[in-house]
């Protein structure tokens, strides 16, 4: 069974600052993808960011980037120049092989942008 | 587009009642999920379905049944309503199931039993 951990229930940091989220990952597969969403407070689920597992480059989205260590399982997201709207739960999710069918979703860390 | 819809936003059922979870989207894609989210958790896949008139069984599907008519509804039903079923329920939709086609969300049902 596939296993995404988000130790870092909350977290705030000052507008403007960088700020980066932890997720660990526990699988046996080859072939997975790994996401970040963000669910705002409308609830909403806005995807941030993507990474294939076969890529070796970290994957970078205007002010949001990650840092992919495949042999560490880990997957942390960095937020640069963070905004007020940046304020959300963020969600580790992991897709495993290339269908839809196999997501699976951490518990979420919730950021906080003070201004 | 509306994107994905769902309605309705809330709902309080009491032990036993029965009630469905309409989910539409207008963006003529061919897979749909259902997913819940309890509280202080991730979403859990409940069902998916890759096309009209295909449906299998995602993570949680126990206490739950879906159908797919047509491509653009996709609605979830609950038969005997059980405090373990108070969630808030997100209907996704995606053009394809591989990860290249992002998974486009609706603003959730709060269901509450009781």
């Known amino acids: 069974a596939q296993t995404v951990t988000q130790s870092q229930p909350e977290m705030s940091v000052q507008e403007a600052e960088t700020v980066t989220l932890s997720c660990t990952y526990d699988?046996?597969?080859?072939?997975?993808?790994l996401f970040w969403y963000k669910q705002p407070p409308s609830r909403q689920m806005i995807l941030v960011i993507r990474?294939?597992?076969?890529?070796?480059q970290n994957a970078t989205e205007n002010r949001f980037s990650v840092n992919f260590q495949k042999a560490a399982k880990s997957f942390s997201l960095k937020i640069s120049d963070s905004q007020l709207g940046d304020t959300a739960m963020y969600f580790c999710a992991f897709m495993k092989g290339n269908t839809g069918n196999q997501f699976y979703f951490g518990t979420g860390t919730s950021l906080t942008v003070i201004p | 587009n509306a994107g994905v819809t769902q309605t309705p936003k809330f709902r309080i059922l009491k032990i036993g009642q029965s009630m469905t979870l309409q989910c539409t989207q207008d963006?003529?894609?061919?897979?749909m999920y259902w997913y819940r989210q309890d509280p202080g958790m991730g979403l859990k896949l409940i069902y998916y379905s890759v096309g009209a008139g295909i449906t299998d069984k995602g993570e949680v599907p126990n206490g739950y049944n879906v159908s797919r008519s047509t491509t653009e509804d996709f609605p979830l039903r609950l038969e005997l309503a059980a405090p373990s079923q108070t969630s808030v329920y997100f209907c996704?939709?995606?053009?394809?199931?591989?990860?290249?086609?992002?998974?486009?969300f609706g603003p959730g049902t709060r269901l509450t039993v009781l």
């Open positions: 699988t046996s597969e080859n072939n997975y993808y």
């Open positions: 996704a939709s995606s053009r394809t199931g591989t990860v290249h086609n992002e998974q486009f």
């Open positions: 963006m003529n894609h061919n897979y």
């Open positions: 990474q294939e597992a076969y890529k070796q």
